[in-house]
T-cell receptor, first 109, second 118 residues
Framework: DAKTTQPNSMESNEEEPVHLPCNHS???????IHWYRQLPSQGPEYVIH???SNVNNRMASLAIAEDRKSSTLILHRATLRDAAVYYC??????????FGKGTHLIIQP | GAVVSQHPSWVICKSGTSVKIECRSL??????MFWYRQFPKQSLMLMAT?????????EQGVEKDKFLINHASLTLSTLTVTSAHPEDSSFYIC??????????????FGEGSRLTVL
């Protein structure tokens, strides 16, 4: 699987937008960009995924660069419950997800 | 959204005993289930992939005779840690892909099972 690079940690204030970056310069044409998050002592939770176009859902937005070598997960208004480890993962086939270290998002009240 | 449930949520056992962890898809059929292991302060590591009705495929370095996986139905997969030892203490997490969702669709994760071997 192609590799992704994310900052180890980020900090934001409650009720402000958060932009979580992910670099994936070796992405292949068939790889989907997935984002999952994991709260402490819980299993991961699906956030969003996309291929080429920007995507929106009730949890977040995903902005994908035109060359697809990077993407940004956008939480429009962070709450304390959004504090988690966020994983950016490329998925091109039937295999399971390969998790990197992710970004530890800290939300300050 | 789709729900995946694991049982037990936590278990403590003595060294040398076997422990079974169940993973159920509650409101959908899962043709494929994945088992992960997560040690403290580390990321998830894929252990094996199981398809309903066939043998599991194990990742390199995972002992198939120690971690027995059974996926006998479209809603249930089990992971049995045989002859558990303290180094097997970990957070075990399953995930499932819904039938018909395609290979690149979202996966649904269970809440995890924390195993402590004394």
């Amino acid at each position: 699987d192609a590799k992704t690079t994310q900052p180890n940690s980020m900090e934001s204030n409650e009720e402000e937008p958060v932009h979580l970056p992910c670099n994936h310069s070796t992405i292949s044409g068939t790889d989907y960009i997935h984002w999952y998050r994991q709260l402490p002592s819980q299993g991961p939770e699906y956030v969003i995924h996309g291929l080429t176009s920007n995507v929106n859902n009730r949890m977040a937005s995903l902005a994908i660069a035109e060359d697809r070598k990077s993407s940004t997960l956008i939480l429009h208004r962070a709450t304390l419950r959004d504090a988690a480890v966020y994983y950016c993962i490329l998925k091109g086939g039937a295999d399971g997800l390969t998790f990197g270290k992710g970004t530890h998002l800290i939300i300050q009240p | 959204g789709a729900v995946v449930s694991q049982h037990p949520s936590w278990v403590i056992c003595k060294s040398g005993t076997s422990v079974k962890i169940e993973c159920r898809s509650l409101d959908f059929q899962a043709t494929t289930m994945f088992w992960y292991r997560q040690f403290p302060k580390q990321s998830l590591m894929l252990m094996a992939t199981s398809n309903e009705g066939s043998k599991a495929t194990y990742e390199q370095g995972v002992e198939k005779d120690k971690f027995l996986i059974n996926h006998a139905s479209l809603t249930l997969s089990t992971l049995t840690v045989t002859s558990a030892h303290p180094e097997d203490s970990s957070f075990y997490i399953c995930s499932a892909r819904a039938a018909g969702s395609g290979n690149t669709g979202e996966l649904f994760f269970g809440e995890g099972s924390r195993l402590t071997v004394l």
